[in-house]
């Protein structure tokens, strides 16, 4: 499985801005797709994470429900994080992830740099 993330990039608090996250490859065997984030000196957090199976659940970092929207469409193989409301506490590099339960592996994207001004 391969992975490509695009979107990011700079705004100012209050904006918005979208990520999305194509997969290629041996995408039958995904069972789900997220992002993670890490700020300087941090350690890398779930930001937002939608399941394949179990109707499509999602998950979200508490410091980020009701401003982060994760999709996903199935026909391109991608999924998609809405960020609004963004705060400078956002500012991080941003990893597209998908895991496969059945080989027990986890696909990293390259990240992708959102920075917050305020």
């Known amino acids: 499985v391969q992975l490509q993330a695009s979107g990011g990039g700079l705004v100012q608090a209050g904006g918005s801005l979208g990520l999305s996250c194509a997969a290629s490859g041996s995408i039958f065997s995904i069972n789900g797709m997220g992002w993670y984030r890490q700020a300087p000196g941090k350690q890398r957090e779930l930001v937002a994470f939608?399941?394949?199976?179990?109707?499509?659940?999602?998950r979200y970092a508490d410091s980020v429900k009701g401003r982060f929207t994760i999709s996903r469409d199935y026909a391109k193989n991608t999924v998609y994080l809405q960020m609004n409301s963004l705060k400078p506490e956002d500012t991080a590099v941003y990893y597209c992830?998908?895991?496969?339960?059945?080989?027990?592996?986890?696909?990293w994207g390259q990240g992708t740099l959102v920075t917050v001004s305020s």
């Open positions: 992830n998908a895991i496969s339960v059945g080989s027990k592996s986890d696909y």
């Open positions: 939608i399941f394949t199976t179990s109707g499509g659940s999602t």
